[in-house]
DNA sequence: CGGCGTTAATTGTATATACAATAACGGTTC
DNA sequence: GAACCGTTATTGTATATACAATTAACGCCG
Protein backbone atom coordinates (compact mmCIF):
# COMPACT_ATOMS: atom_id res chain seq x y z
CA UNK A 1 0.00 0.00 0.00
CA UNK A 2 0.95 3.57 -0.36
CA UNK A 3 3.07 4.55 3.16
CA UNK A 4 4.97 6.43 1.20
CA UNK A 5 2.67 9.37 1.74
CA UNK A 6 1.84 8.68 5.36
CA UNK A 7 5.44 8.94 6.35
CA UNK A 8 6.69 12.04 6.33
CA UNK A 9 9.88 13.95 8.39
CA UNK A 10 8.91 17.16 10.40
CA UNK A 11 12.53 18.18 9.94
CA UNK A 12 12.62 19.17 13.90
CA UNK A 13 15.27 17.37 15.81
CA UNK A 14 17.65 14.63 15.63
CA UNK A 15 16.84 12.16 12.28
CA UNK A 16 16.23 8.85 14.42
CA UNK A 17 13.84 10.51 16.84
CA UNK A 18 11.97 12.51 13.02
CA UNK A 19 11.38 8.65 11.55
CA UNK A 20 10.32 7.44 15.49
CA UNK A 21 7.40 9.89 15.14
CA UNK A 22 6.77 9.29 11.94
CA UNK A 23 6.19 5.50 12.77
CA UNK A 24 4.67 6.19 15.88
CA UNK A 25 1.81 8.70 14.16
CA UNK A 26 -0.20 6.06 12.09
CA UNK A 27 0.13 3.79 15.17
CA UNK A 28 -1.35 6.03 17.12
CA UNK A 29 -3.95 7.30 15.14
CA UNK A 30 -4.91 3.64 14.32
CA UNK A 31 -4.16 3.80 10.70
CA UNK A 32 -1.95 1.21 10.96
CA UNK A 33 -3.87 -1.56 13.50
CA UNK A 34 -1.93 -4.11 15.75
CA UNK A 35 -0.87 -6.73 13.28
CA UNK A 36 -0.27 -5.02 10.64
CA UNK A 37 3.35 -5.13 8.71
CA UNK A 38 5.78 -2.30 8.79
CA UNK A 39 7.99 -1.33 5.92
CA UNK A 40 11.05 -3.63 5.82
CA UNK A 41 14.32 -1.39 7.18
CA UNK A 42 15.44 -1.56 3.40
CA UNK A 43 12.36 0.09 2.44
CA UNK A 44 12.43 2.52 5.02
CA UNK A 45 16.21 3.16 4.05
CA UNK A 46 14.99 4.59 1.01
CA UNK A 47 12.22 6.64 1.52
CA UNK A 48 13.98 8.62 4.51
CA UNK A 49 17.17 8.49 2.45
CA UNK A 50 18.68 7.76 5.18
CA UNK A 51 21.58 4.98 6.41
CA UNK A 52 20.20 1.72 7.28
CA UNK A 53 22.06 1.97 11.55
CA UNK A 54 19.72 5.21 11.75
CA UNK A 55 16.46 3.36 10.79
CA UNK A 56 17.73 0.43 13.32
CA UNK A 57 17.91 2.67 15.73
CA UNK A 58 14.55 4.05 15.36
CA UNK A 59 12.90 1.00 15.28
CA UNK A 60 14.57 -0.41 18.01
CA UNK A 61 13.65 2.12 20.18
CA UNK A 62 10.19 1.84 19.31
CA UNK A 63 10.12 -1.39 19.91
CA UNK A 64 12.16 -0.92 23.26
CA UNK A 65 9.18 1.43 23.71
CA UNK A 66 6.31 -0.88 22.65
CA UNK A 67 5.19 0.28 19.75
CA UNK A 68 6.77 -2.16 17.57
CA UNK A 69 7.18 -6.14 17.66
CA UNK A 70 10.38 -7.23 15.71
CA UNK A 71 11.66 -10.61 14.24
CA UNK A 72 14.34 -11.53 12.36
CA UNK A 73 13.78 -12.89 9.03
CA UNK A 74 10.23 -12.23 9.42
CA UNK A 75 9.41 -8.02 10.04
CA UNK A 76 8.50 -6.13 11.76
CA UNK A 77 4.64 -5.05 13.14
CA UNK A 78 2.36 -2.82 14.80
CA UNK A 79 2.55 -3.74 18.63
CA UNK A 80 -0.83 -4.74 20.44
CA UNK A 81 -1.74 -1.68 22.06
CA UNK A 82 0.30 -0.52 25.58
CA UNK A 83 0.88 -4.10 27.40
CA UNK A 84 -1.36 -3.68 30.61
CA UNK A 85 0.79 -2.02 33.37
CA UNK A 86 0.43 -4.64 36.50
CA UNK A 87 -2.31 -2.51 38.15
CA UNK A 88 -4.13 -1.79 34.87
CA UNK A 89 -4.36 -5.53 34.01
CA UNK A 90 -5.06 -6.25 38.04
CA UNK A 91 -7.63 -4.32 37.58
CA UNK A 92 -9.42 -5.88 34.64
CA UNK A 93 -11.47 -8.58 36.08
CA UNK A 94 -12.61 -10.26 33.07
CA UNK A 95 -8.49 -11.10 32.57
CA UNK A 96 -7.56 -12.00 36.39
CA UNK A 97 -10.42 -13.63 37.67
CA UNK A 98 -10.13 -16.54 35.30
CA UNK A 99 -6.84 -16.51 35.36
CA UNK A 100 -6.87 -17.59 39.19
CA UNK A 101 -9.32 -20.50 38.19
CA UNK A 102 -12.20 -18.60 39.46
CA UNK A 103 -15.77 -18.29 37.16
CA UNK A 104 -16.08 -14.59 36.27
CA UNK A 105 -19.40 -12.80 35.36
CA UNK A 106 -20.33 -9.17 34.41
CA UNK A 107 -23.38 -7.52 35.05
CA UNK A 108 -24.65 -4.55 33.76
CA UNK A 109 -26.51 -2.22 35.99
CA UNK A 110 -27.08 0.81 33.95
CA UNK A 111 -25.78 2.79 30.66
CA UNK A 112 -26.63 5.88 29.88
CA UNK A 113 -25.63 8.77 27.77
CA UNK A 114 -25.72 12.21 29.94
CA UNK A 115 -24.32 15.24 30.38
CA UNK A 116 -21.66 15.18 33.30
CA UNK A 117 -22.21 17.90 36.09
CA UNK A 118 -19.78 20.09 36.88
CA UNK A 119 -17.24 17.94 38.82
CA UNK A 120 -17.12 14.98 36.15
CA UNK A 121 -16.66 17.47 33.48
CA UNK A 122 -13.54 18.84 35.21
CA UNK A 123 -12.26 15.60 35.91
CA UNK A 124 -12.87 14.43 32.34
CA UNK A 125 -11.39 18.28 30.97
CA UNK A 126 -14.50 18.55 28.83
CA UNK A 127 -17.15 21.12 28.93
CA UNK A 128 -20.22 20.71 30.83
CA UNK A 129 -22.31 20.31 27.85
CA UNK A 130 -20.63 17.28 26.04
CA UNK A 131 -21.44 14.31 26.37
CA UNK A 132 -20.43 11.21 28.24
CA UNK A 133 -21.06 7.60 28.26
CA UNK A 134 -21.85 6.64 32.11
CA UNK A 135 -21.79 2.87 32.63
CA UNK A 136 -22.34 0.86 36.06
CA UNK A 137 -21.72 -3.05 36.51
CA UNK A 138 -20.54 -5.33 38.71
CA UNK A 139 -18.02 -7.79 38.38
CA UNK A 140 -18.29 -11.38 40.19
CA UNK A 141 -15.91 -14.34 41.24
CA UNK A 142 -17.24 -17.47 41.95
CA UNK A 143 -20.83 -15.78 42.11
CA UNK A 144 -19.11 -13.50 45.21
CA UNK A 145 -18.87 -9.87 44.13
CA UNK A 146 -15.34 -8.37 43.67
CA UNK A 147 -16.02 -5.08 42.28
CA UNK A 148 -18.38 -2.37 41.31
CA UNK A 149 -17.41 -0.65 38.22
CA UNK A 150 -18.85 3.35 37.65
CA UNK A 151 -17.68 4.59 34.12
CA UNK A 152 -17.75 7.48 32.52
CA UNK A 153 -16.34 7.47 28.91
CA UNK A 154 -15.57 10.99 26.90
CA UNK A 155 -17.29 10.19 23.69
CA UNK A 156 -15.62 13.39 22.16
CA UNK A 157 -12.42 10.53 22.80
CA UNK A 158 -14.02 7.68 21.88
CA UNK A 159 -16.92 8.36 19.80
CA UNK A 160 -17.35 4.43 19.00
CA UNK A 161 -18.65 4.43 22.76
CA UNK A 162 -21.77 5.52 21.94
CA UNK A 163 -23.62 2.46 19.90
CA UNK A 164 -22.22 0.15 22.08
CA UNK A 165 -24.33 -1.76 25.51
CA UNK A 166 -21.90 -2.73 27.24
CA UNK A 167 -24.10 -5.58 28.59
CA UNK A 168 -22.14 -8.40 27.93
CA UNK A 169 -18.35 -6.94 28.52
CA UNK A 170 -17.88 -4.22 30.67
CA UNK A 171 -16.27 -1.25 29.70
CA UNK A 172 -12.89 -1.41 31.39
CA UNK A 173 -12.43 -4.92 29.48
CA UNK A 174 -13.54 -3.49 26.48
CA UNK A 175 -11.44 0.19 26.84
CA UNK A 176 -7.98 -1.77 27.80
CA UNK A 177 -8.00 -3.71 24.41
CA UNK A 178 -9.96 -1.10 22.41
CA UNK A 179 -8.80 2.41 23.14
CA UNK A 180 -5.34 3.51 22.71
CA UNK A 181 -3.80 5.73 25.63
CA UNK A 182 -0.83 7.55 26.39
CA UNK A 183 -0.87 8.33 30.10
CA UNK A 184 -3.14 6.84 33.12
CA UNK A 185 -3.53 8.34 36.77
CA UNK A 186 -4.67 6.19 39.42
CA UNK A 187 -6.17 7.31 42.70
CA UNK A 188 -6.63 4.70 45.70
CA UNK A 189 -8.34 5.15 48.96
CA UNK A 190 -10.22 3.82 51.46
CA UNK A 191 -13.43 4.56 53.04
CA UNK A 192 -16.06 3.25 54.55
CA UNK A 193 -19.23 1.27 53.20
CA UNK A 194 -22.70 3.58 53.91
CA UNK A 195 -25.35 2.30 53.55
CA UNK A 196 -25.93 2.08 49.38
CA UNK A 197 -22.58 0.92 48.42
CA UNK A 198 -22.72 -1.47 51.21
CA UNK A 199 -25.78 -3.00 49.29
CA UNK A 200 -24.40 -2.85 45.95
CA UNK A 201 -21.46 -4.49 47.49
CA UNK A 202 -23.15 -6.60 49.89
CA UNK A 203 -21.09 -6.53 52.30
CA UNK A 204 -21.81 -5.24 55.66
CA UNK A 205 -22.34 -0.93 55.86
CA UNK A 206 -19.38 0.35 57.69
CA UNK A 207 -16.57 -1.68 56.01
CA UNK A 208 -13.50 -0.92 54.94
CA UNK A 209 -13.80 -1.06 51.00
CA UNK A 210 -10.80 -0.46 48.65
CA UNK A 211 -11.60 2.66 46.16
CA UNK A 212 -9.48 3.30 42.66
CA UNK A 213 -10.05 5.79 40.60
CA UNK A 214 -8.23 5.53 37.28
CA UNK A 215 -8.28 8.60 34.82
CA UNK A 216 -6.73 7.58 31.42
CA UNK A 217 -5.24 10.25 28.95
CA UNK A 218 -4.62 9.98 25.10
CA UNK A 219 -2.07 13.42 24.99
CA UNK A 220 -3.55 15.25 27.72
CA UNK A 221 -7.51 14.39 26.31
CA UNK A 222 -9.16 12.34 28.97
CA UNK A 223 -10.61 9.14 27.41
CA UNK A 224 -12.07 7.82 30.51
CA UNK A 225 -13.15 8.11 34.32
CA UNK A 226 -13.72 4.99 36.80
CA UNK A 227 -14.40 4.57 39.68
CA UNK A 228 -13.51 0.76 40.86
CA UNK A 229 -15.00 0.00 44.65
CA UNK A 230 -13.43 -3.67 46.01
CA UNK A 231 -15.75 -4.81 49.24
CA UNK A 232 -14.30 -5.19 52.60
CA UNK A 233 -10.50 -6.66 52.62
CA UNK A 234 -11.92 -9.33 50.30
CA UNK A 235 -9.43 -7.85 47.76
CA UNK A 236 -5.46 -6.24 47.23
CA UNK A 237 -3.81 -4.94 44.64
CA UNK A 238 -0.47 -6.40 44.04
CA UNK A 239 1.87 -4.68 41.02
CA UNK A 240 5.46 -5.65 40.81
CA UNK A 241 7.57 -3.33 38.83
CA UNK A 242 11.46 -2.36 38.22
CA UNK A 243 13.13 1.13 38.29
CA UNK A 244 14.10 3.30 35.87
CA UNK A 245 11.28 2.68 33.48
CA UNK A 246 9.70 6.18 34.85
CA UNK A 247 12.39 8.81 34.75
CA UNK B 1 41.71 5.19 39.31
CA UNK B 2 42.60 1.76 38.42
CA UNK B 3 39.33 1.08 36.63
CA UNK B 4 40.94 -0.96 34.18
CA UNK B 5 40.83 -4.31 36.73
CA UNK B 6 37.56 -3.67 37.70
CA UNK B 7 36.13 -3.65 34.08
CA UNK B 8 35.80 -7.03 32.74
CA UNK B 9 33.86 -8.60 29.85
CA UNK B 10 31.97 -11.81 31.20
CA UNK B 11 32.49 -12.93 27.42
CA UNK B 12 28.49 -14.16 26.97
CA UNK B 13 26.18 -12.54 24.75
CA UNK B 14 26.64 -9.41 22.23
CA UNK B 15 29.59 -7.05 22.89
CA UNK B 16 27.35 -3.96 24.17
CA UNK B 17 25.51 -5.94 26.59
CA UNK B 18 28.74 -7.18 28.42
CA UNK B 19 29.96 -3.94 28.51
CA UNK B 20 26.79 -2.38 30.32
CA UNK B 21 27.04 -5.35 32.85
CA UNK B 22 30.79 -4.74 33.08
CA UNK B 23 29.64 -0.61 33.93
CA UNK B 24 26.69 -1.47 36.27
CA UNK B 25 28.60 -4.34 37.98
CA UNK B 26 30.91 -2.23 39.92
CA UNK B 27 28.08 0.99 40.42
CA UNK B 28 25.67 -2.01 41.72
CA UNK B 29 28.58 -3.06 44.61
CA UNK B 30 28.81 0.19 45.66
CA UNK B 31 32.43 0.24 44.84
CA UNK B 32 31.22 3.37 42.31
CA UNK B 33 29.90 5.91 43.97
CA UNK B 34 27.38 8.15 42.83
CA UNK B 35 28.97 11.49 40.65
CA UNK B 36 32.01 9.61 40.50
CA UNK B 37 33.44 9.89 36.81
CA UNK B 38 33.06 6.82 34.47
CA UNK B 39 36.16 6.93 32.13
CA UNK B 40 35.28 8.70 28.52
CA UNK B 41 34.04 6.42 25.75
CA UNK B 42 37.54 6.63 24.19
CA UNK B 43 39.28 5.00 27.35
CA UNK B 44 36.81 2.63 27.31
CA UNK B 45 37.19 2.06 23.85
CA UNK B 46 40.70 1.27 23.88
CA UNK B 47 40.15 -1.01 26.99
CA UNK B 48 37.59 -3.09 25.45
CA UNK B 49 38.68 -2.84 22.00
CA UNK B 50 35.43 -2.14 21.08
CA UNK B 51 34.63 0.62 18.48
CA UNK B 52 33.20 3.96 19.72
CA UNK B 53 29.58 3.13 18.70
CA UNK B 54 29.56 -0.02 20.32
CA UNK B 55 30.89 1.85 23.72
CA UNK B 56 28.07 4.48 23.27
CA UNK B 57 25.38 2.23 22.67
CA UNK B 58 26.51 0.74 25.73
CA UNK B 59 26.53 4.03 27.81
CA UNK B 60 23.95 5.41 26.26
CA UNK B 61 21.40 2.48 27.40
CA UNK B 62 22.70 2.76 30.60
CA UNK B 63 21.76 6.30 30.31
CA UNK B 64 18.20 5.58 29.28
CA UNK B 65 18.05 3.08 32.18
CA UNK B 66 19.39 5.31 34.83
CA UNK B 67 22.42 4.34 36.02
CA UNK B 68 24.48 7.20 34.49
CA UNK B 69 24.09 10.65 33.92
CA UNK B 70 26.31 12.04 30.31
CA UNK B 71 27.38 15.33 29.46
CA UNK B 72 28.92 16.38 26.08
CA UNK B 73 32.61 17.57 27.01
CA UNK B 74 31.91 16.71 30.87
CA UNK B 75 31.91 13.21 30.36
CA UNK B 76 29.66 10.25 32.34
CA UNK B 77 29.43 9.94 35.75
CA UNK B 78 27.58 7.30 37.72
CA UNK B 79 23.60 8.49 38.65
CA UNK B 80 22.09 8.66 42.14
CA UNK B 81 20.19 5.72 43.13
CA UNK B 82 17.13 4.24 41.05
CA UNK B 83 14.93 7.05 40.66
CA UNK B 84 12.11 6.73 43.21
CA UNK B 85 9.01 5.51 40.82
CA UNK B 86 5.71 7.55 41.82
CA UNK B 87 4.33 5.49 43.99
CA UNK B 88 7.46 5.26 45.66
CA UNK B 89 8.19 9.01 46.05
CA UNK B 90 4.66 9.76 47.38
CA UNK B 91 5.51 7.22 49.99
CA UNK B 92 7.72 8.59 51.58
CA UNK B 93 6.50 10.95 53.59
CA UNK B 94 9.76 13.06 54.42
CA UNK B 95 9.63 14.35 50.96
CA UNK B 96 5.28 14.84 50.20
CA UNK B 97 5.05 16.57 53.21
CA UNK B 98 7.22 19.02 52.85
CA UNK B 99 6.36 19.59 49.23
CA UNK B 100 2.94 20.39 49.86
CA UNK B 101 3.77 23.28 52.39
CA UNK B 102 3.48 21.23 56.18
CA UNK B 103 5.67 20.35 58.61
CA UNK B 104 7.05 17.27 58.24
CA UNK B 105 8.09 15.74 61.88
CA UNK B 106 9.10 11.76 62.63
CA UNK B 107 8.84 9.75 65.18
CA UNK B 108 10.73 6.48 66.11
CA UNK B 109 8.49 4.61 68.74
CA UNK B 110 10.45 1.44 68.57
CA UNK B 111 14.16 -0.24 67.29
CA UNK B 112 15.33 -3.75 67.82
CA UNK B 113 17.30 -6.19 65.91
CA UNK B 114 15.43 -9.75 66.00
CA UNK B 115 14.65 -12.89 64.39
CA UNK B 116 11.97 -12.74 62.11
CA UNK B 117 8.63 -15.33 63.04
CA UNK B 118 8.07 -17.69 60.02
CA UNK B 119 6.09 -15.75 57.99
CA UNK B 120 8.13 -12.95 57.99
CA UNK B 121 11.34 -15.02 57.61
CA UNK B 122 9.24 -16.53 54.34
CA UNK B 123 8.12 -12.65 53.26
CA UNK B 124 12.09 -11.67 53.46
CA UNK B 125 13.37 -14.61 51.89
CA UNK B 126 15.64 -15.38 54.35
CA UNK B 127 16.10 -18.39 56.90
CA UNK B 128 14.43 -17.71 60.48
CA UNK B 129 17.42 -17.39 62.12
CA UNK B 130 19.03 -14.86 59.99
CA UNK B 131 18.66 -11.42 61.84
CA UNK B 132 16.69 -8.08 60.44
CA UNK B 133 16.28 -5.18 61.72
CA UNK B 134 12.58 -4.16 62.58
CA UNK B 135 11.72 -0.18 63.41
CA UNK B 136 8.18 1.06 63.85
CA UNK B 137 7.82 4.74 63.68
CA UNK B 138 5.30 7.55 62.62
CA UNK B 139 5.24 10.41 60.36
CA UNK B 140 3.47 13.76 61.44
CA UNK B 141 1.83 16.42 59.06
CA UNK B 142 1.50 19.62 60.87
CA UNK B 143 1.17 17.61 64.16
CA UNK B 144 -1.48 14.86 62.39
CA UNK B 145 -0.35 11.66 61.63
CA UNK B 146 -0.22 10.13 58.32
CA UNK B 147 1.40 7.02 58.31
CA UNK B 148 2.45 4.26 60.45
CA UNK B 149 5.45 2.54 59.36
CA UNK B 150 6.78 -1.14 60.27
CA UNK B 151 10.03 -1.76 58.82
CA UNK B 152 11.84 -5.00 58.81
CA UNK B 153 15.71 -4.62 57.03
CA UNK B 154 17.02 -7.34 55.75
CA UNK B 155 20.52 -7.02 57.51
CA UNK B 156 22.45 -9.66 55.28
CA UNK B 157 21.44 -7.42 52.49
CA UNK B 158 22.20 -4.11 53.62
CA UNK B 159 24.12 -4.80 56.75
CA UNK B 160 24.81 -0.66 57.41
CA UNK B 161 21.57 -1.07 58.77
CA UNK B 162 22.51 -2.49 62.25
CA UNK B 163 24.43 0.52 62.95
CA UNK B 164 22.17 3.17 62.46
CA UNK B 165 19.08 4.09 64.78
CA UNK B 166 16.63 5.53 62.45
CA UNK B 167 15.64 7.70 65.79
CA UNK B 168 15.70 11.08 63.36
CA UNK B 169 15.55 9.90 59.98
CA UNK B 170 12.45 7.68 59.40
CA UNK B 171 14.12 3.75 57.58
CA UNK B 172 11.70 4.37 54.59
CA UNK B 173 13.74 7.84 53.77
CA UNK B 174 17.44 6.32 54.25
CA UNK B 175 16.67 3.47 52.36
CA UNK B 176 14.67 5.16 49.38
CA UNK B 177 18.56 7.14 49.10
CA UNK B 178 20.65 4.91 50.42
CA UNK B 179 20.14 1.37 48.76
CA UNK B 180 20.00 0.58 45.33
CA UNK B 181 16.81 -1.70 43.84
CA UNK B 182 15.95 -3.54 41.06
CA UNK B 183 12.76 -4.13 41.82
CA UNK B 184 9.98 -3.26 44.12
CA UNK B 185 6.54 -5.19 44.68
CA UNK B 186 3.49 -3.31 46.38
CA UNK B 187 0.34 -4.77 47.88
CA UNK B 188 -2.61 -2.44 48.73
CA UNK B 189 -5.55 -3.13 50.57
CA UNK B 190 -8.55 -1.64 52.72
CA UNK B 191 -8.64 -2.60 56.37
CA UNK B 192 -10.73 -1.69 59.45
CA UNK B 193 -8.43 -0.35 62.24
CA UNK B 194 -8.94 -2.18 65.07
CA UNK B 195 -8.30 -1.15 68.73
CA UNK B 196 -4.51 -1.11 68.45
CA UNK B 197 -4.00 0.46 65.19
CA UNK B 198 -6.46 2.92 66.46
CA UNK B 199 -4.48 4.23 68.95
CA UNK B 200 -1.40 4.22 66.85
CA UNK B 201 -3.38 6.41 64.32
CA UNK B 202 -5.13 8.62 66.22
CA UNK B 203 -8.12 7.31 64.72
CA UNK B 204 -11.71 6.15 65.70
CA UNK B 205 -11.65 2.31 65.85
CA UNK B 206 -13.56 0.76 62.81
CA UNK B 207 -11.93 3.31 60.76
CA UNK B 208 -11.34 2.68 56.98
CA UNK B 209 -7.61 2.87 56.82
CA UNK B 210 -5.33 1.83 53.85
CA UNK B 211 -2.24 -0.45 53.79
CA UNK B 212 0.73 -0.45 51.71
CA UNK B 213 2.62 -3.31 52.13
CA UNK B 214 6.04 -2.79 49.94
CA UNK B 215 8.85 -5.56 49.11
CA UNK B 216 12.01 -4.37 47.84
CA UNK B 217 14.54 -6.42 45.89
CA UNK B 218 18.05 -6.01 45.09
CA UNK B 219 18.40 -9.20 41.96
CA UNK B 220 15.75 -11.07 43.85
CA UNK B 221 16.96 -10.76 47.33
CA UNK B 222 14.48 -9.30 49.13
CA UNK B 223 16.11 -6.21 50.98
CA UNK B 224 13.18 -4.96 52.53
CA UNK B 225 9.82 -4.82 54.26
CA UNK B 226 7.78 -2.51 55.14
CA UNK B 227 3.87 -1.96 56.20
CA UNK B 228 2.62 1.39 55.92
CA UNK B 229 -0.95 2.59 57.27
CA UNK B 230 -2.16 5.23 56.58
CA UNK B 231 -5.55 6.46 58.71
CA UNK B 232 -8.90 6.71 57.88
CA UNK B 233 -9.87 8.75 54.50
CA UNK B 234 -6.95 11.52 55.26
CA UNK B 235 -4.76 10.00 52.66
CA UNK B 236 -5.05 9.29 49.21
CA UNK B 237 -1.94 7.71 47.06
CA UNK B 238 -1.51 9.20 43.60
CA UNK B 239 0.71 7.90 40.64
CA UNK B 240 0.23 8.21 37.06
CA UNK B 241 2.25 6.78 34.65
CA UNK B 242 2.82 6.44 30.65
CA UNK B 243 2.48 2.64 29.12
CA UNK B 244 5.37 0.44 27.40
CA UNK B 245 7.58 1.56 30.63
CA UNK B 246 6.92 -1.61 32.40
CA UNK B 247 6.70 -4.07 29.41
C1' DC C 1 2.80 -36.04 -0.52
C1' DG C 2 6.25 -35.53 3.20
C1' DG C 3 10.80 -34.80 4.78
C1' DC C 4 15.05 -32.24 4.18
C1' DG C 5 18.60 -29.27 2.78
C1' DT C 6 19.25 -24.60 0.43
C1' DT C 7 18.26 -19.98 -0.34
C1' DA C 8 16.99 -15.54 0.72
C1' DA C 9 14.68 -11.78 3.36
C1' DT C 10 15.05 -9.40 7.45
C1' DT C 11 16.76 -7.96 11.66
C1' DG C 12 20.94 -7.87 15.12
C1' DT C 13 25.44 -6.46 16.01
C1' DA C 14 30.06 -4.52 15.10
C1' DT C 15 33.48 -1.37 12.94
C1' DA C 16 35.61 2.80 11.06
C1' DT C 17 34.82 7.31 10.14
C1' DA C 18 33.06 11.98 10.10
C1' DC C 19 31.08 16.08 11.67
C1' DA C 20 28.14 18.69 15.08
C1' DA C 21 26.98 20.42 19.68
C1' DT C 22 28.30 21.55 24.22
C1' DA C 23 30.73 23.59 27.76
C1' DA C 24 35.00 23.65 30.49
C1' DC C 25 39.53 25.60 30.13
C1' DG C 26 43.25 28.84 29.13
C1' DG C 27 44.91 32.86 27.65
C1' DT C 28 44.43 37.72 26.17
C1' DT C 29 42.98 42.17 26.76
C1' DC C 30 41.05 45.90 29.22
C1' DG D 1 40.21 40.88 38.53
C1' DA D 2 36.53 40.79 34.68
C1' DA D 3 35.03 40.22 30.14
C1' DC D 4 35.97 38.10 26.02
C1' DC D 5 37.44 34.53 22.72
C1' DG D 6 39.54 30.67 20.70
C1' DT D 7 40.80 25.81 21.89
C1' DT D 8 39.78 21.30 23.18
C1' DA D 9 37.74 17.30 25.46
C1' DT D 10 33.64 14.77 25.42
C1' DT D 11 29.37 13.20 23.98
C1' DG D 12 25.54 13.11 20.15
C1' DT D 13 24.30 11.86 15.67
C1' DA D 14 24.89 10.13 10.92
C1' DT D 15 26.85 7.20 7.20
C1' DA D 16 28.71 3.20 4.74
C1' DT D 17 29.85 -1.31 5.28
C1' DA D 18 30.21 -6.04 6.86
C1' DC D 19 28.96 -10.25 8.77
C1' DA D 20 25.96 -13.09 11.89
C1' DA D 21 21.53 -15.04 13.32
C1' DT D 22 16.99 -16.35 12.39
C1' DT D 23 13.51 -18.56 9.92
C1' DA D 24 10.08 -18.49 6.09
C1' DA D 25 9.88 -20.06 1.65
C1' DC D 26 11.40 -22.91 -2.00
C1' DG D 27 12.86 -26.76 -4.40
C1' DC D 28 14.59 -31.38 -4.47
C1' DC D 29 14.12 -36.10 -3.73
C1' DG D 30 12.31 -40.30 -2.00
Redesign the pocket.
Known amino acids: MNWQATLQLDGS ?7 KRAIVRPIRESLWKPGDR ?8 RH ?10 A ?2 EL ?1 EEGYVT ?7 FVASPPAPTAILDIVDMATIIPSRGQHYRYERISRDIVKPGHELATRLGIGPDEEVCRVVGRHFADGEIVELEERWINLTAVPEAATLPFDDVSPNHWLVSHVPWTEAEHTISAISADAGLASALGCPAGAACLLLERRTFLDDQVVTFARLTHPGSRHRLTERFKPGSSR
Chains 1, 2 share one sequence.
Open positions: GPLYEQIIPPEHDLLFQASRMTINRLRARHRRVGS
